[in-house]
């Protein structure tokens, strides 16, 4: 557990420049079929905008059908590779997640390649992604097959559930073990009110209170930005990490979500960190990361005599009630 450092109040008022400049993670940078189809330009292309966006981790997802459906599925993988080991003067630590879009068949072969690279060289081939229509229809016992066949291989699994319909596709991924949940704003249709506020449904709950981390895409979602669950999720106790379901940059979904929700430098830190908690990164190296990239950046925005005064003041708001209560 990180405590965000006391901010200064001089950077309070922060603008997208200095957004821009804070260390990010993107459990979420897809590489999109573009640079005439060439898988390993492409990844290049993609760690190239992720550096200007000042990310320090990114889980680059590749869907080797998005660039050629008849392409051997290993060439393409392997190019991915090739792009992601090739990239010189990028300070990120950019990994591989293979994303399979397509039907059950096709899913299984992807997931049999994944898994090939990712046993050969874990530091590089670091997981499988299994979009929604595999989860929420069709097939989805022989889908479930491929995931156990990856989970029995000690590869991470992340789910695309959906941010429309119902909450079968959240159900299915907690039951085939995701070990996140993607595009899962629609986890709210789980929820009730009552006299006691809102509260989380069964399968909601069960991914709340075991940490399940859900992968959130606010400028993606349907809707405005200011209507999006991500608050309402937070302050529940869920999990959650920010990014992109497409192209784009984490700097705009920072500055949206200050512009639409009020979020600031505390807020970004903590979605920050449990990015990195919930990667598919060693824990070793997440630590790593936070101790000589995150937490330094942002202890540069505090203020140590802002700290302390701060500090003081919760100590005398305690005294004043053990006081009072003396008193009572």
């Known amino acids: 557990m990180h405590d965000a450092p006391a901010i200064s109040p001089d950077n309070k008022d922060s603008s ?53 459906p008849a392409a051997d599925i290993e060439a393409v993988v392997d190019a991915a590779l090739a792009g992601v080991r090739e990239v010189d003067g990028i300070d990120a630590r950019l990994v591989l997640v293979v994303a399979a ?6 899913a299984a072969d992807i997931v049999r390649v994944a898994i090939a690279r990712a046993t050969a060289d874990r530091r590089d081939v670091v997981g499988v992604r299994v979009a929604e229509r595999d989860v929420a229809g069709g097939d989805f016992a022989a889908v479930q097959e491929v995931i156990d066949k990856a989970r029995a291989a ?49 399968v909601s709950a069960w991914v709340r209170d075991r940490h399940i981390a859900l992968e959130t895409a606010p400028l993606d979602a349907e809707g405005e930005i200011a209507d999006h669950p991500l608050p309402l ?23 949206a979500l200050h512009d639409a929700l009020g979020y600031g430098l505390e807020e970004f830190f903590d979605l920050t960190i449990k990015a990195v908690e919930n990667s598919f990164h060693t824990e070793p190296e997440r ?31 305690v005294d004043a009630e053990s006081d009072s209560g003396a008193e009572a």
């Open 16 to 68: 997208a420049d200095d957004f821009r400049a804070l260390p990010k993670v993107a459990l979420r940078a897809e590489v999109t079929a573009h640079a005439g189809g060439d898988v390993t330009q492409a990844v290049r292309q993609r760690a190239q905008e992720l550096a200007r966006d000042n990310v320090a981790y990114a889980e680059l997802h590749v869907s080797p059908r998005a660039f050629d």
């Open 101 to 106: 879009e397509d039907t059950a068949d096709t």
């Open 154 to 202: 000690f590869v991470p699994v992340t789910l695309d559930a959906g941010r429309t319909g119902s909450t079968d596709s959240i159900e299915a991924a907690v039951r085939a073990g995701a070990d996140r949940i993607g595009l899962a704003e629609n986890m709210i249709d789980d929820f009730t009110a009552d006299i006691d506020g809102i509260q989380p449904g069964v």
């Open 233 to 255: 999720l937070q302050q529940l106790g869920f999990t959650c990490t920010v990014g992109l379901g497409g192209d784009g940059d984490l700097t705009e979904v920072f500055a």
């Open 287 to 317: 630590q790593h990361l936070i101790e000589t990239v995150i937490l330094p950046a942002y202890e540069e925005l505090s203020d140590a005599e802002f700290a302390e005064d701060a500090e003081l003041a919760d100590a005398d708001s």
